[in-house]
């Protein structure tokens, strides 16, 4: 018979909240750290924390605490639009928006670098992306504009065509990243990836390939060891 593995949400809730208080820099609102051993990304420490808390359902401060939090957020963003990270524009964008959504704040001025709103362009831009790393780039370039509603049915069907075709099935265990990927790599790049379906809404290519994919990695077998 297999084993049933039961999560105790209670205690992963504690555990985060715990860790929240230990990255806590200060009383100021959203002044975390990304990390316990450094500060080096600012941005995901403030960011972060403010997806924890309203996942977790903890209380993120009054209307001004917010608003003072999302500023903090908003100081990352630089005159072109974008928000400033070493993980790339894109992928600091999406998520300084989605905190700032969360907290009900705006970007203090107009957002860039984002995927281009016209169809006819979006091959040119996907194809420009680094398709060697994890596709932070292609998740946080697309899937603003897919959930905001900037784009029609159209764009969505360039996006599935020009992501799809990037699957071989002859080389199943390649499905966006390499077949000698570490495991967390190819979570990430699958993750990323089908993050971005899920925000325009429409199937994921060869679903067959991508459960294979993950299936292999074994992760079951490494926990029960």
């Known amino acids: 018979m297999k084993k049933t593995f039961l999560i105790d949400t209670g205690e992963i809730r504690r555990v985060l909240a715990d860790e929240l208080r230990a990255r806590r820099l200060s009383s100021a609102p959203g002044d975390f750290t990304n990390r316990r051993s450094g500060n080096d990304v600012p941005l995901y420490g403030s960011t972060g924390a403010a997806n924890l808390h309203f996942e977790l359902g903890l209380w993120p401060g009054e209307t001004e605490e917010r608003r003072a939090w999302g500023d903090r957020i908003n100081s990352f963003q630089s005159e072109a639009g974008s928000f400033v990270s070493p993980s790339g524009r894109e992928h600091a964008t ?21 995927a281009p709103l016209d169809a006819d362009r979006l091959p040119g831009w996907l194809a420009g992306l680094d398709w060697s790393g994890t596709h932070k780039d292609f998740w946080g370039g697309v899937t603003p504009v897919l959930a905001s509603g900037l784009v029609d049915a159209g764009w969505r069907e360039v996006l599935a065509r020009e992501i799809g075709g990037r699957i071989d099935p002859r080389r199943p265990l390649e499905v966006w990243c390499a077949e000698a990927e570490e495991p967390w790599r190819v979570i990430s790049c699958i993750y990323h990836v089908t993050s971005g379906f899920d925000a325009a809404w429409i199937p994921y290519p060869a679903p067959e390939l991508i459960r294979e994919r993950l299936f292999g990695l074994g992760y079951d077998r490494i926990r029960a060891g």
């Open 94 to 114: 999406a998520t300084a928006l989605a905190a700032l959504s969360l907290l009900g704040t705006r970007p203090a001025r107009p957002v860039g670098g984002l």
